[in-house]
């Protein structure tokens, strides 16, 4: 099976294209460095001529309201070129969720990616995906100083990226869902405590105070970000990560 991975180079998809060729697939990354630019479109049909699958994994640079505007111009085109290519199965990568925080726009943003996917005559897969370990750090990094970092108590329930990776290789193979398929970590954390194991297993000593409009998290509100029934739970355990760095 030939499979485009858009995004290919990143901290999932280099991880997607390595499971899928180890798996006899012939998986072919694409980035903005092999030519691809799917803002303009430049590059997209060459990418996309003779695969049977095509997995999404770009990113906006930004978080903010512009983020809207590249999910649209990228998805469109996107979904554009995969239907005149024949392509049989389009699979994007998604965040748990993400249709229940109106409030924050990069999660809007990503709610409109997947409505533009399922508008599409393309048959498709959405891997919603917890948040990553690897990002933890940039999380606490957005509301600390030298003495002290703030924290929301959030639930979450965080996983790591190659258990993410793994999961949408396994989609990307299967037959298309028309639908969503939910993943995430083994173990909830309210977001404060995440913040303390984190610290202490880097031996840092700063406090973590529960500020409830802290960082991005604090605008999500009840449970919305832990896995819902039915949700496929990685194995991968946040300490046991941490201990392996």
Same mark, same amino acid.
């Given at each position: 099976m030939k499979i485009a991975v858009i995004g290919g180079t990143g901290l999932i998809g280099s991880q997607v294209v390595g499971i899928l060729?180890?798996? &006899?697939?012939?998986?072919?990354?694409?980035?903005?460095s092999s030519g691809l630019d799917l803002l303009s479109g430049q590059g997209l049909a060459e990418a996309l001529e003779g695969s049977d699958v095509v997995v999404?994994?770009?990113?906006?640079?930004?978080?903010?309201?512009?983020?809207?505007?590249?999910?649209?111009?990228t998805m469109d085109n996107l979904v554009a070129a995969a239907a005149t290519a024949g392509v049989g199965h389009l699979v994007i990568l998604s965040i748990v969720g993400v249709d229940q925080v109106p409030e924050l726009?990069?999660?809007?943003?990503?709610?409109?990616?997947?409505?533009?996917?399922? @508008?599409?005559?393309?048959?498709?897969?959405?891997?919603?995906?917890?948040?990553f370990f690897?990002?933890?750090?940039?999380?606490?990094?957005?509301?600390s100083d030298e003495?002290?970092?703030?924290?929301?108590?959030?639930p979450v329930q965080p996983m790591a990226a190659a258990?993410?990776?793994?999961?949408? @290789?396994?989609?990307?193979?299967?037959?298309?869902?028309?639908?969503?398929?939910n993943v995430a &970590?083994?173990?909830v954390f309210a977001l404060d405590e995440l913040g303390r194991v984190t610290l202490a297993a880097k031996g840092d000593e700063r406090p973590v105070v529960?500020?409830?409009? @802290? &960082?991005?998290?604090?605008?999500?509100?009840?449970?919305?970000?832990i896995a819902p029934a039915g949700a496929v739970i990685a194995k991968t355990a946040y300490r046991e990560w941490l201990a392996s760095r």
């Open positions: 060729d180890a798996g &006899g697939h012939e998986a072919v990354p694409h980035s903005p999404n994994l770009t990113n906006s640079p930004t978080f903010d309201e512009a983020s809207l505007a590249f999910f649209q111009t726009d990069y999660y809007r943003a990503k709610t409109l990616q997947e409505d533009i996917l399922k @508008a599409g005559p393309v048959p498709y897969t959405i891997v919603r995906a917890t948040q690897e990002f933890v750090d940039a999380v606490l990094s957005w509301t003495n002290t970092v703030h924290l929301p108590v959030t258990d993410v990776a793994a999961a949408v @290789a396994e989609a990307s193979v299967e037959a298309p869902l028309q639908g969503v398929r &970590g083994p173990e529960v500020d409830d409009t @802290a &960082g991005m998290f604090a605008a999500v509100k009840g449970d919305v970000l």
